[in-house]
């Protein structure tokens, strides 16, 4: 268990670095710097590989370490607002792929990276507490 621990510290980085560059190429898609529809598939698979890594690991983690055990933060706040910062940018990426414009596409997979990111940042103990 301690390497998952190491390993999904280690991966919120990655995460962080992959929403931020996924938000980037996104924009860039909706603003036309970019080809929107490559932009906003890519940019768009490049944060849910990241995101779904990391939800894997976590899960993993609160389950083998028995979430009964687990203290405060860790057991349902962090949790839940992680699963909904997953939600959100799978639901993004569905609803980039229904828009029939490529810059929608691109505009829709900016906005979901975004609150997705803004979730995960919420979500970070060490942000909300001060850690």
Do not use: C, N
């Not at 959100?88 to 505009?107: D, E, F, I, L």
């Amino acid at each position: 268990m301690d390497f998952l621990v190491t390993f999904h510290s280690f991966w919120r980085w990655i995460l962080l670095i992959a929403a931020v560059v996924a938000l980037v190429w996104a924009i860039g898609g909706w603003l036309g710097s970019f080809s929107p529809a490559l932009a906003a598939k890519r940019a768009g698979m490049l944060y849910i590989i990241a995101i779904d890594v990391q939800t894997l690991v976590g899960v993993i983690l609160w389950v083998g370490k028995g979430w009964y055990e687990i203290p405060g933060y860790f057991r349902f706040e962090h949790p839940t607002t992680m699963l909904l910062a997953l939600v959100v940018a799978h639901v993004g990426q569905v609803m980039s792929r229904r828009v029939t414009s490529p810059r929608a596409a691109a505009r829709t997979v900016a906005i979901a990276v975004a609150v997705s990111l803004a979730l995960v940042i919420v979500g970070i103990p060490g942000v909300v507490r001060g850690r």
